[in-house]
């Protein structure tokens, strides 16, 4: 059985929602330790072991700072040209195979279910999760292009909203293969 979904493009808020709140997911702890470092200092400082409240202070812009960094990084990908396919409209097409995403009927390209590390429902949307392990495979890269491309692994998915299926079957079909792929975990 083929899906064959209508015409839909990723809009750049969505993308923007999506990837700041998977960033937030997978890297919360690196917010938690300045967050408890303040409240340690604001402690001292309450219970004058300390006399300086500035560490608190730092540690407040640097947290703030260093998000904003994560939210220049995904912005800015919404504005280079290698990633305007992301933002385009696409009739996907999905089988057991692959998924298929066309532009017309000439047109589009070919997604295999290997390049995908996995996969959530959300309340409106599938959101298929893809990998960046093949493209940084064969780059020499320091440790700050390490970091960023770390960072941005979540940042490539495909987000499938159920208004573009087309019936009920179509909907249980793509749960099913999900399942079967391994890339949606069973519900209990």
Not at 86 to 96: A, G, R, T
Not at 136 to 151: P, R, S
Not at 167 to 180: I, Q
Request: aromatic share 14%; charged share 20%.
């Amino acid at each position: 059985m083929i899906i064959k979904t209508k015409k839909y493009a990723l809009d750049q808020k969505t993308y923007l929602n999506l990837t700041m709140r998977s960033w937030l997911k997978t890297n919360w702890y690196w917010l938690a330790i300045p967050l408890v470092l303040i409240v340690l200092n604001i402690v001292f400082y309450a219970t004058d072991l300390v006399n300086f409240y500035w560490p608190s202070i730092l540690l407040l812009v640097l947290t703030i700072l260093y998000v904003l960094f994560w939210a220049v990084q995904f912005t800015g990908m919404t504005q280079m040209e290698q990633a305007k396919p992301m933002f385009q409209k696409y009739v996907y097409e999905i089988d057991s195979r692959q998924i298929m995403l066309k532009l017309n009927a000439r047109e589009g390209g070919v997604l295999r279910w290997d390049q995908f590390t996995g996969a959530h429902k959300s309340k409106d949307a599938y959101v298929l999760t893809m990998s960046n392990q093949q493209a940084m495979q064969n780059m020499k890269m320091n440790f700050f292009m390490k970091l960023v491309a770390k960072g941005m692994a979540g940042a490539q998915f495909i987000y499938l909203p159920y208004t573009i299926f087309t019936s009920e079957n179509d909907l249980r079909f793509m749960d099913a293969l999900l399942k079967r792929k391994g890339l949606l975990a069973e519900q209990a």
